[in-house]
């Protein structure tokens, strides 16, 4: 082999290393762009599901409300109708 050819191997060579390198590096960048967007995508995600979340405890405790208001409605119902069937039997017992 000449000198000639051995400088065409090497820059041939020198030439490929570089472009991979190259395309190494742009990867990289498009990749570090691509996680930054995935990480404002899932911080994005992460608070509508917080809010989601609130609004869920928010509804939970206006129906626990209506549910308890239900049942001293009816705790006040059963009060009433122990006290109308006492009555009854003291009446009998006289």
């Known amino acids: 082999m000449t000198d000639a050819q051995y400088i065409t191997f090497i820059l041939g060579f020198a030439a490929t ?3 991979i390198l190259i ?3 742009i990867n990289n ?3 570090n762009d691509a996680k ?3 990480r404002s995508d899932m911080k994005a995600g992460d608070a509508a599901i917080l809010a989601q979340m609130a609004m869920d405890r928010s509804d939970m405790r206006a129906g626990d ?3 308890l208001s239900q ?3 009816y705790q006040m119902d059963i009060i009433s109708k122990i006290a ?3 009555n009854r039997i003291t009446r009998l017992e006289r």
């Open 17 to 19: 290393i570089a472009a």
């Open 23 to 25: 395309a190494l590096l």
């Open 29 to 31: 960048a498009r990749l």
């Open 36 to 38: 930054e967007a995935l």
């Open 65 to 67: 409300t209506a549910i």
């Open 71 to 73: 049942m001293a409605t």
């Open 84 to 86: 109308e069937l006492d």
